[in-house]
């Protein structure tokens, strides 16, 4: 293997025609590092990892490792030699050919000696807990099983770079966590650079040192799995991690301190105090403010998880109906309407406020529901361009 | 219902069972009867070992076996990159397809009528030849060996081509890529990944192509010469029958190209069986 420093991908882009399935993609990769791309299907994030192996021809934009051009608008290393090695949502095994075989492909077409094939697909055989399968062929094996054939087919190779579109969408949920541990000691183990693609924000958050959040083909957020987690750039990102809550609302004021934005936001006639982790010089804080100067609507984003039913000190306090209880062993999830008691049941619906609730709920109950300011979030109101078609997701 | 399971999938076969028995065993094993027995119904392999001191007759296999062996290589030849470009589908797939249908859907005789006249030595492309100062004095397309090859290149391309395209394009596209990945050129996915997967579908439309240009009679009589150098083995078969009346001859000439045939698929799959060692799944991984 070549040895380098960084992999560097500037203002990538492609273009099917009308469609722009990758916009201005720039990214950098430091050896040993395992960046994930994560968005919901039709995000570009399989087409950007195709993109960067060669395999989709980009549109523009241009691929560095260390100095080395890979690919710009006039060089273009095809596939095969630029050394990365991936693995597919579908294993993509060549079901004529026996694991050892399959694993050897590689090796063979380098004109490796015999001996060391052998020792090689060995090895890789073993990274995998793969000895004893080396003369079945990939028909005889189970979805993990092959997809284990699959990555040793790639590490026995030590390419610059690895990269896993969806390889663990296939399996069944119990299959997928035990081969993501292993991906995971794998990766630990061979320090090997590695970008994975997912939808799911679980494997995203248990695998990677940074996370990618793709929108459309562009980029929405790069960062730490927890930085991602608890501090999402904008409601796309929120509701992909897992925030819920994007309830319409307006900033009756706000006092900037140099760490957070502490804002007082009115909710259906219900007033919230929120403590926004933005601090001075974030874009999300700029719009924001910009917000509460234009008196524009503005969303919050608040997890299920940290809405609590009854009154606490110190914590705002929403009312509201449960109007879906669904019972999930250790916690209930609760669908309710924001709305004050007394109001008529059948009057016009509230927002839809999202709990998980550990005391047992009644469908129809008035609950107190309490937030902490620090659990709140605010972000602008969407804008609703040609692009962004999945913003009309947040209005429910 | 558990019970009468079986005898409901019984007839359920029962109508493509009556037409195996009446249209292919009850035929085939009346001509096995035909073939060894005499005109008067008497048991007898007179008629096998007539055919085969018959230097006349016996040659048929041979002449047939020199159109049928080269004009299937051809077709399937020609078949496996033809497929193989047009794999993830191609610009004017459709014409292209359409073109290729044609002549199986018009007929072999109205293919070699066509032929007669176009390629006759006043057809236009004699004409063109000699226009473009090619040839000098027309050249022989028909009645020969010749004409009947294109005529059966026209009916058997088309059928190898479309069988192996369903293969090809059934195999799935991330193989490729896997295989590029992995360091291969395009040349070496072709023969490591793409053409082993191919080849049960190439041993499948080799056979039909062998069988079909094997058992020509229209081709051979119409495109080429009859008498000599196209005396292909049916046309042995048709003279006993109709011309001669020995239905027992001529059956046993058919048994013979049966058994002739059969051979030639036994190398054909075993071809196969040791080139493609893996499972039957092809290309799903």
């Known amino acids: ?396 | 219902m558990k019970g009468s399971g079986r005898s409901g999938a019984f007839f359920l076969l029962a109508p493509a069972l009556v037409f195996i028995v009446l249209l292919f065993l009850y035929p085939f094993a009346y001509g096995l009867f035909l073939s060894l027995t005499k005109a008067d119904g008497a048991f007898t392999i007179g008629n096998y070992a007539r055919f085969f001191s018959d230097a006349r007759d016996l040659r048929t296999v041979w002449t047939t076996l020199t159109i049928a062996v080269p004009v299937t290589f051809v077709n399937v030849g020609l078949a496996i990159p033809f497929s193989y470009y047009m794999r993830r589908g191609a610009k004017g797939e459709k014409i292209i397809t359409f073109f290729l249908i044609v002549p199986i859907t018009l007929g072999t005789v109205l293919v070699s009528e066509g032929m007669l006249s176009y390629m006759g030595p006043n057809g236009w492309l004699n004409q063109l030849l000699m226009a473009l100062r090619v040839v000098k004095a027309p050249f022989r397309f028909t009645h020969n060996y010749l004409g009947v090859v294109i005529s059966l290149g026209l009916q058997g391309f088309p059928y190898a081509f479309l069988m192996l395209l369903g293969y090809v394009s059934g195999i799935s596209p991330d193989l490729e890529k896997a295989s590029q990945m992995l360091g291969a050129s395009k040349a070496q996915t072709f023969w490591k990944v793409l053409f082993p997967l191919m080849v049960p579908g190439i041993a499948i439309s080799f056979c039909l192509n062998f069988v079909m240009a094997f058992s020509v009679f229209p081709s051979a009589v119409l495109l080429g010469q009859p008498s000599g150098p196209t005396r292909v083995i049916s046309i042995a078969a048709y003279q006993w029958a109709f011309e001669k009346f020995n239905f027992n001859a001529a059956s046993a000439i058919s048994m013979l190209m049966a058994a002739i045939e059969l051979v030639i698929i036994s190398i054909v799959l075993v071809w196969r069986g040791r080139t493609y060692k893996g499972a039957s799944i092809v290309g799903k991984g």
């Not at chain 1, 950098?28 to 039709?42: A, M, Q, R, Y």
């Not at chain 1, 997912?198 to 959040?213: F, K, N, P």
């Not at chain 1, 140099?258 to 403590?275: M, N, S, T």
Request: proline share 5%.
């Open chain 1, 1 to 396: 293997m070549k040895d380098f420093k960084r992999i560097s991908v500037r203002r990538m882009t492609k273009r099917f025609g009308e469609k722009t399935a990758v916009r201005d993609f720039s990214l950098e990769f430091g050896k040993g590092e395992f960046v994930t791309f994560l968005g919901p299907s039709g995000c570009g994030k399989s087409t950007a990892l195709n993109c960067i192996t060669g395999l989709i021809p980009i549109t523009s934009g241009e691929i560095f490792i260390d100095d080395e051009c890979i690919d710009d608008s006039r060089v273009k290393v095809p596939p095969e030699r630029r050394e990365f090695g991936m693995v597919f949502q579908n294993y993509a095994l060549f079901p004529h050919l026996t694991v050892r075989e399959n694993v050897a492909f590689g090796l063979k077409l380098r004109r490796l000696g015999r001996v060391e094939i052998e020792r090689r697909v060995g090895e890789a055989l073993k990274l995998v807990h793969l000895e004893g399968y080396a003369a079945k062929y990939p028909a005889q094996m189970s979805g993990g099983e092959q997809q284990r054939v699959a990555i040793a087919r790639c590490i026995v190779l030590e390419p610059r770079l690895l990269l896993l579109d969806e390889p663990l969408s296939n399996l069944d949920a119990k299959l997928r966590v035990e081969l993501r541990y292993e991906l995971k000691a794998l990766h630990e183990r061979l320090k090997v650079t590695t970008i994975y693609v997912t939808h799911d924000q679980t494997e995203a958050l248990a695998l990677s040192d940074r996370i990618v959040v793709l929108k459309s083909g562009a980029i929405q957020q790069v960062g730490s799995p927890p930085m991602i987690f608890s501090n999402p750039a904008n409601l796309f990102v929120a509701d992909f991690v897992g925030f819920k809550n994007a309830w319409k609302a307006r900033i009756e004021s706000m006092s900037e301190k140099a760490d957070v934005l502490e804002a007082e936001i009115r909710v259906r006639g219900q007033a919230l105090k929120a403590r926004l982790p933005y601090p001075d010089g974030d874009r999300r804080r700029a719009a924001i403010v910009k917000a509460f100067l234009s008196g524009d609507t503005v969303r919050t984003a608040i997890r299920p998880e940290d809405i609590r039913v009854g009154s606490y000190p110190g914590m705002n306090s929403l009312r509201c109906i449960a109007s879906l209880v669904e019972y999930q062993g250790h916690a209930s999830q609760v669908s309710a309407a924001l709305a004050s008691c007394g109001d008529d049941a059948e009057g016009e619906p509230g927002e839809r406020v999202d709990l998980r609730s550990a005391i047992p709920v009644v469908e129809g109950d008035c609950l107190d529901a309490a937030i902490a300011p620090d659990s709140i979030l605010v972000f602008p109101e969407p804008s609703r361009g040609p692009e962004d078609d999945e913003a009309q997701e947040y209005s429910t």
